[in-house]
């Protein structure tokens, strides 16, 4: 049973057509019995107020549907850079994805960000070229943006009948047989490969086991002898090719007119793999069900009707009224429902096994990333999603004063739904301060709290967060640290070489990296990883406007110690101040958040959007032209940015569109 069961996401950009390829997958597999619009607000995933008002997805849904004897547990992503981090929670525990590309735009920034994503979580992929019946449409250039962009082998296994308006079905190269669809109708048709695209498709179709053959040795075994490779050995080759992530197969089609649907769900089944195909990792054990119980949080949500913990199980069996083990948090909960989940909408089951996705009632303080697992087994704890920092601030407070603690309670619950959200007092201020990753996640924040908590609430300007680097290295700094107050002492000497981390061609650096080049037994290596430590701790505010600091070498060559006041304290102490006074002397340069911005523009308005990215401290890195339309990429301080999306829509008279990802941080000017 485990492999008849495919855990899988939609990922790509923005209005790229994720949603609405997710309504087409329930209303062709029966789950749903009317096809919803996100244009109508009618769909089953962006179920939430915020959604429908906005026309995108924000919150990640699961829905589940059958096709072909298979269950298919489908998680739809958003595609806003805003909202990465419920994409990267997604992308931890599913088995494989479908990443969908508009047929015009091809390869967009944040397509190429969640496909990023999806490399560093090893999971497999489909490409689908949604949108061919729009004016421009064109998959060869889409396939080729996914090969020169992403890096991978892109592997077309159709080609499509009709181009634009007259786009009506797809030939199947691997089967060499046609797919049409009448207008109005939802059914397709099979038959023959049109005259008209015959020699086409026999030309494709070499060319398909000439890339195939040249990537997978069996493959190539039979190319070699025949010349050819037959439906079996290509379909098992592209399968292996899918798994291995050395290629992707490319499939295309219009989601919106439901064309290229059923082929798509096929190839899901096809080259998708299942729970049990996939190694064992990050500490988890073989998609079993008679193992002990393993799970991982990767959501919470709190409804009306109480709290709901999202759970992937990895092995074993989870049944209603167990009791599991919170290995993060050290404490037994009860589970007290299990729910099989259809986006805002629950049924109720009595288990779920191995490779499930579930959603539980019962845990009270299991959070995201948290692992459950049989209290009678050895504990496990398996890798949690990463969040990602946050880079935007707004100061926030409750209208009256009767709400101030209601509002705390209301953040609380925010953070735990979202840990890329967090929420803090200023010490110097006493404000409120809620931090998230950018200024739409923020508003999307802020609007919950006020529909969803019934909260009056002011909020202040947006702010960005700073971080100050080393401006030059200090060497051979000696910091002695000595205090004497009755009884035992503190006693510690130092010598620390301070640098900036070099820029290694572009790479992203770690905040902080820290060495002993001490000899001789000097610093005894228990005091060692106390200087360690203080250096962290001296990280956390920068001289220069006390950010924190990042960027920083620190290597400790000397130090001397005393037989009876020296202490770990007394050591983590001196690296604190030690580093302290080194950033002081050698003084720090302010960073600033910047992102990429690619805008999207009529030839018309070109010039005013150059000049207003000017005006915003922009760095422009590249200019395309497609038909009557400029595509500009620009890197752009973020604290720039804010409100550019209504000013960029009154100087083009809403003829112009953005999108942004986070690019690092670099000088402030």
């Known amino acids: 049973m485990r492999t008849r069961i495919r855990n899988l996401g939609i990922l790509a950009h923005v209005d790229a057509g994720k949603t609405t390829l997710t309504e087409r997958f329930l209303y062709l597999t029966g789950a749903t019995h009317k096809r919803g619009e996100v244009h109508d607000g009618t769909t089953v995933t962006d179920f939430d107020p915020q959604e429908r008002d906005r026309g995108i ?8 549907c059958d096709w072909d004897g298979h269950r298919l547990n489908l998680i739809d992503t958003p595609g806003h850079v ?55 449409a064109d998959l060869d250039t889409a396939v080729e943006s996914i090969r020169t962009r992403l890096g991978t082998v892109p592997l077309p296994v159709q080609l499509p009948i009709g181009r634009e308006d007259a786009f009506t079905g797809v030939v199947d190269l691997v089967r060499m047989r046609a797919y049409t669809w009448r207008p109005g109708s ?13 020699e086409e498709a026999v030309r494709r179709r070499h060319r398909l086991d000439e890339t195939v053959a040249e990537l997978h040795p069996a493959a190539l075994e039979e190319f070699c002898a025949h010349g050819t490779l037959d439906e079996r050995t290509l379909t098992a080759a592209l399968r292996d090719l899918t798994l291995a992530g050395e290629a992707v197969v490319v499939l295309c089609g219009s989601a919106y007119r439901n064309r290229g649907i059923e082929p798509l769900l096929d190839a899901v089944v096809a080259y998708l793999p299942a729970p049990a195909d996939l190694p064992p990792v990050r500490g988890e054990q073989p998609a079993d069900p008679t193992a002990p119980l393993t799970a991982l949080a990767f959501k919470v949500t709190t409804t009306p009707t ?8 990895y092995a074993g069996t989870l049944r209603k009224g167990d009791t599991v083990l919170d290995t993060t948090a ?32 019962g845990p009270k303080t299991a959070r995201t990333g948290a692992t459950l697992c049989a209290p009678d087994a050895p504990p496990v704890r398996l890798e949690p999603p990463v969040s990602a920092d946050p880079v935007v601030s707004v100061a926030i407070e409750a209208r009256l004063g009767r709400d101030t603690e209601r509002l705390a309670t209301a953040l609380a619950r925010l953070t735990e739904e979202d840990p890329s959200l967090t929420a803090r007092t200023d010490p110097e201020s006493g404000q409120t301060v809620l ?7 923020l508003e999307v924040a802020v609007e919950k709290l006020r529909r969803a908590h019934a909260l009056d609430v002011t909020v202040g300007r947006p702010r960005v967060a700073y971080r100050e680097t080393p401006a030059q290295g200090v060497t051979g700094l000696t910091y002695r640290h000595a205090k004497q107050e009755g009884g035992a002492g503190q006693f510690a000497v130092v010598v620390l070489d301070v640098a900036p981390l070099d820029d290694a061609d572009g790479q992203e650096q770690p905040d902080f990296v820290f060495r002993s080049t001490v000899t001789g037994g000097r610093v005894p290596q228990e005091f060692v990883r106390a200087v360690e430590a203080g250096c962290r701790d001296a990280l956390a505010d920068g001289p220069l406007a006390g950010h924190p600091v990042t960027g920083v070498r620190v290597t400790l060559t000397d130090g001397a110690t005393h037989v009876k006041d ?23 340069t302010l960073l600033e958040p910047v992102v990429e911005v690619t805008v999207t523009a009529p030839d018309s308005a070109v010039g005013t959007v150059l000049g207003d990215l000017t005006a915003r401290r922009a760095r422009i890195t590249d200019s395309t032209t497609h038909a009557d339309t400029a595509v500009l990429t620009a890197t752009v301080p973020l604290a720039a940015l804010f409100g550019y999306a209504t000013h960029l829509r009154s100087r083009t008279q809403g003829r112009a569109t953005f999108t942004t990802r986070p690019a690092g941080y670099s000088p402030a000017v």
């Open 566 to 588: 020296s202490s770990e304290l007394a050591f983590r102490t001196a690296g604190r101040l030690a580093l302290r006074e080194a950033l002081r002397t050698g003084g720090t």
């Open 57 to 64: 997805t924000i919150f990640a849904a699961a829905v589940s």
């Open 82 to 136: 805003d909202f990465a981090d419920e994409v990267e929670r997604a992308l931890r525990v599913l088995d494989g994805a479908v990443a969908v590309f508009d047929a015009v735009a091809g390869v967009e920034p944040q397509s190429e960000s969640v496909w990023r994503q999806a490399d560093r979580h090893g999971v497999p992929r489909l490409a689908f070229v949604n949108k061919l019946d729009r004016a421009g």
């Open 186 to 198: 939802d059914t397709y048709e099979t038959g023959p490969v049109p005259e008209a695209l015959a």
């Open 435 to 441: 931090s998230g990753l950018g200024e739409l996640h």
């Open 306 to 313: 109480g709290r709901m913990t999202y759970l992937r199980l």
């Open 330 to 361: 050290g404490r037994t909960e009860r589970i007290a429902r299990i729910l099989r989940v259809q986006a805002d909408r629950t049924t109720e089951a009595d288990h779920a096994a191995a490779g499930d996705i579930v959603a539980v009632v």
